[in-house]
T-cell receptor
Framework: GQQLNQSPQSMFIQEGEDVSMNCTSS?????WLWYKQDPGEGPVLLIA?????ELTSNGRLTAQFGITRKDSFLNISASIPSDVGIYFC???????????FGGGTRVLVKP | GAVVSQHPSRVICKSGTSVKIECRSL??????MFWYRQFPKQSLMLMAT?????????EQGVEKDKFLINHASLTLSTLTVTSAHPEDSSFYIC???????????FGPGTRLLVL
């Protein structure tokens, strides 16, 4: 079945740094969704991408829909402590309206 | 917009009892609702998909008699964990979507602990 591979699995950030994570697939996706999950909460939609090549921003977040339709990246600029959490990419599965999720990128603060 | 609520946010129950979790779309009509389960440090695992007024479609390995899903209206779906056991302890999250839109909006989750 379709799989989404996210990297890195985890990263440490220092306040003010820019961070980047990406999501790749062996098959084509027509939509890419980026969610953030805080501890003990449900995922919150950050950015939705619907067209190949699309670059969309939401505040300090920027995401791009890869031109091959097989990848997407999410950038966070000037990170702040509340950016800590787990970021998931997701895309519609081959059949129906189910979503396939990546394994998540856990963003932590450098001690 | 696109707010989804869940109730309760956490529940502790004794082994053998049943627990009902509600999922509501507050400001839109959800033609489809999804139920997920998430174990610590793992991604979300889809359990079932429910469309308003029809039977839920369960993922492979999910017992439909154990996890009863009802989607009686366009704003409410319920998940009942029947005869709960400690291994059912998990974080249950619902999401809601509308037809023609692949975006799903998630509830805040329900933490279930079975003693």
């Amino acid at each position: 079945g379709q799989q989404l591979n996210q990297s890195p699995q985890s990263m440490f950030i220092q306040e003010g740094e820019d961070v980047s994570m990406n999501c790749t697939s062996s098959s084509i996706f027509n939509t890419w969704l980026w969610y953030k999950q805080d501890p003990g909460e449900g995922p919150v939609l950050l950015i939705a991408l619907y067209k190949a090549g699309e670059l969309t921003s939401n505040g300090r977040l920027t995401a791009q829909f890869g031109i091959t339709r097989k990848d997407s990246f999410l950038n966070i600029s000037a990170s702040i402590p509340s950016d800590v959490g787990i970021y998931f990419c997701a895309g519609p599965a081959a059949a129906g309206n189910k979503l396939t999720f990546g394994g998540g990128t856990r963003v932590l603060v450098k001690p | 917009g696109a707010v989804v609520s869940q109730h309760p946010s956490r529940v502790i129950c004794k082994s053998g009892t049943s627990v009902k979790i509600e999922c509501r779309s507050l400001d839109f009509q959800a033609t489809t609702m999804f139920w997920y389960r998430q174990f610590p440090k793992q991604s979300l695992m889809l359990m079932a998909t429910s469309n308003e007024g029809s039977k839920a479609t369960y993922e492979q390995g999910v017992e439909k008699d154990k996890f009863l899903i009802n989607h009686a209206s366009l704003t409410l779906s319920t998940l009942t964990v029947t005869s709960a056991h400690p291994e059912d302890s998990s974080f249950y999250i619902c999401s809601a979507g509308t037809s023609g839109d692949e975006t799903q909006y998630f509830g805040p989750g329900t933490r279930l602990l079975v003693l």
